[in-house]
């Protein structure tokens, strides 16, 4: 897909682009877009709901006013865009707010603008990277990643769902499950059981992951 911004602009448009995704992780971090929907519109409310003063509240309001999150209504009020209504709400169906905890994680951010050297190098400038054994990484990955994995889940289930259910019994391994959501997705056939394989500091978060999708956690072992 082609950049719709040309020329020099679009370099700068580039180069800015880790102040974009700084300004939606702090709304996210900050419950903004949750304070609004809650009933607060001036930054001092949405300020008092998130624990912040009223000026620099205002300063991220304005920012995610810019992304086009927020939207500005007149006499110092904020509400929310129809983007930021359906997907940043904590609780929507649709929530993806969950995710700033993979792509804005403080080890990934600290390692970006050190990215030319681990092209010179050839590997990780990490002191220790996240392939390394029982990562905490990875308990946030697990924690974090739902809105992405169920929807990925789902589209796998409509390809192999109607396979496994022709079949008397089956039996899949989730490698690398994460918080398991491919594995329960899949379990939810009668017919299958699941085995869930992951870094044992990772595995209490698919377990949770089971409870709040209401699994048959007779039919899912963990390794």
């Not at 707010?97 to 080890?107: I, K, N, R, T, W």
């Not at 050297?117 to 990780?124: F, I, N, P, R, T």
């Not at 002191?127 to 990925?152: C, D, L, N």
Request: aromatic share 8%; with cysteine; hydrophobic share 45%.
């Amino acid at each position: 897909m082609s950049n719709p911004i040309q020329g020099p602009p679009a370099i700068f448009h580039m180069m800015q682009a880790g102040y974009v995704a700084a300004i939606l992780h702090a709304g996210v971090r900050l419950n903004v877009f949750g304070a609004i929907d809650g009933g607060a519109h001036s930054a001092a409310a949405i300020g008092a709901k998130i624990g912040a003063p009223e000026r620099p509240t205002k300063i991220l309001l304005d920012a995610l006013a810019v992304t086009g999150l927020v939207v500005t209504k007149g006499e110092g009020n904020y509400g929310l865009s129809e983007l930021s209504s359906e997907h940043l709400v904590p609780g929507r169906q649709k929530y993806m707010g969950d995710m700033v905890g993979v792509f804005g994680d403080e080890l990934t951010w600290s390692g970006l603008p050190r990215l030319h050297e681990a092209v010179q190098k050839g590997g990780s400038v990490i002191e220790r990277p996240i392939e390394s054994p029982e990562h905490k990484f990875w308990e946030g990955y697990a924690t974090s990643i739902g809105a992405i994995a169920t929807a990925s889940a789902m589209a796998l289930d409509a390809l192999i769902g109607p396979w496994l259910e022709k079949r008397p019994k089956a039996r899949i391994l989730d490698v690398a499950c994460g918080p398991g959501i491919y594995g329960y997705v899949l379990a939810k056939h009668p017919n299958v059981e699941a085995t869930l394989l992951d870094w044992p500091n990772v595995l209490p978060h698919a377990r949770k992951w089971g409870e709040r999708m209401q699994a048959d956690m007779s039919r899912v072992k963990f390794i």
